[in-house]
């Protein structure tokens, strides 16, 4: 059975820093897109960034580009998203999703076979 389970959400003040984990099982891992999604409260689910696990190649949105960094560790099958100088209105619920489908497709969340259950990411201001 895919898996896909997230961690590493929290409280945290702006300007801080989080680290959220993927971790995957019962699928080939290497051969997906993994991508990170977030939704807020009465806003609609917002592709954040993804990474091509066979070969690093890695999609960001723009708010997020030169904050956040996304990583793969092939061999513990698990995706990492690093977020940097945080601001409040990154505060969302945080979801990992994976799929065989084209890396441009990245932010099209039908495109996904597999979702995690989500962990919140709240910035105070």
């Known amino acids: 059975e895919a898996r896909l389970v997230e961690s590493g959400g929290g409280l945290v003040q702006a300007g801080g820093s989080l680290r959220l984990s993927c971790a995957a099982s019962?699928?080939?891992?290497?051969?997906?897109?993994v991508g990170w999604f977030r939704q807020a409260p009465g806003k609609e689910r917002e592709g954040v960034s993804s990474?091509?696990?066979?070969?690093?190649?890695?999609n960001y949105t723009d708010s997020v580009k030169g904050r956040f960094t996304i990583s793969s560790d092939n061999a513990k099958e698990t995706v990492y998203l690093q977020m940097n100088s945080l601001k409040p209105e990154d505060t969302a619920v945080y979801y990992c999703?994976?799929?065989?489908?084209?890396?441009?497709?990245?932010?099209?969340?039908?495109?996904?076979?597999?979702w995690g259950q989500g962990t919140q990411v709240t910035v105070s201001s």
């Open positions: 999703a994976a799929g065989a489908l084209l890396p441009r497709l990245w932010k099209v969340a039908n495109e996904y076979d597999y």
């Open positions: 019962g699928f080939t891992f290497d051969d997906y897109v």
């Open positions: 990474i091509v696990t066979n070969d690093n190649s890695t």
